[in-house]
């Protein structure tokens, strides 16, 4: 809630994703006494926003959201559903397993206990963005696009297409699988390849009288992919429908943007793989799933460069993903790329003075500075 201080950070972010926005919260709240940092978010999009299935918050998710502040506010607004379990299911079959949320009291994981929560990317987004507009120290512009990256021994700057710039002391990659500060300065010839799997998923409303074979949660296994069914709010008038499965590469972003467009052709994809499903609502799910969208998933290669003396790569920016386990499975927690980072802010450097050569040394450096005054 403080302003920035005259003696904290300037942090750059690229990327107005929950990513970007909880890196933000992040630095905040764990900023040392008396130097609270001003951070300056820039995000491409005219608005804040993202496209997105429903993912699932698992009990660190929702632990690491709590501490930043955001998860009050999801759950004052009543977004997502909460899980107790998810279920296994082979669509010709049955059931198969469960991974149960619930602890060994049936009250959640961890102390305090949390179980799950399936949510929207959208509503998980507008739940951080709010806690992100209560923090004084914040702030965030739109339509911005970044077309040069400068870094000196003191500083980074940016440049974007529009002619205006902007100077931080530290900068923020958290800008997505083909980000910009990767691709413009931290390791230009690391590029993102797509992996030969996609995800096409929709929300079927149904009715209060449609029968479901899960709980709330169901990953669905068939001869020809994967397939997620989950409610994901509280009401229960809605099925996200998500399916994992190899498609052949269009050639470019552009591309996937028009294939996706055409969601009675990606409806008949899911039902050419799906459709011999001997559990009754699989189809009629996938009839009643309403805009579909295709999401190519991208990977990067093991090993690349993530930070330079004053940049840092967080999330998909950085990050070389599985995917078959991206989207539909994985990557159901928003928070799981880049609060592994984090942490790094309380670790001591060997000199209060001259901070190593990371963004994350810089942070202990200012930390380290702060406690031995």
Known sequence: ??????????????????????????????????????????????????????????????????????????????????????????VYSGKLAESSFSGPEGKGIGNPPYKALRITRGDALKGVLAAVEAQENITMTCGKRTVKIDETADNVTIHFEDGGSATGELLMGCDGI??????????????????????????????????????????????????????????????????????EDVGSRDGWKSVGADAEKVRGQ????????KIPCIVPLIEKAQDFFLWPVYTLT????????????????????????????????PCDNSTPCLPKVNQPVSSSKTPSSSPAALLDGSRRADQTQ
């Open 1 to 90: 809630m403080a302003p920035p201080s005259p003696d904290g950070l300037r942090v750059i972010i690229l990327g107005g994703g929950i990513a970007g926005l909880t890196t933000a919260l992040a630095l905040t709240k764990f900023a040392p006494e008396g130097k609270v940092p001003k951070i300056d978010i820039y995000e491409i999009r005219p608005e804040a926003a993202t496209i997105g299935g429903a993912v699932n918050l698992t009990p660190n998710a929702l632990r690491m959201l709590d501490h930043l502040g955001a998860l009050p506010i999801i759950r004052e607004r009543d977004y997502g559903r909460t899980i107790d379990y998810l279920e296994v299911f082979d």
């Open 178 to 247: 083909h980000s910009v500060t990767r691709l413009k300065h931290v390791e230009p010839d690391r590029k993102a390849s797509y992996s030969g799997v996609a995800n096409a998923f929709g929300f079927a409303p149904i009715d209060p009288d449609f029968k479901v074979h899960f709980e709330c949660t169901a990953i669905n296994f068939a001869r020809r992919g994967m397939l997620l069914t989950s409610y994901h709010s509280s009401k229960g008038d809605s099925v996200y429908v998500g399916g994992l499965m190899q498609v």
């Open 270 to 277: 899911l039902l050419e793989r799906f459709g011999d499903a």
């Open 302 to 333: 093991k090993h690349g460069k993530w930070s330079t003396d004053r940049v840092m790569l967080l999330g998909d920016a950085a990050v070389s993903l599985n995917p078959y386990k991206h989207r539909v499975n994985r990557s159901a927690n």
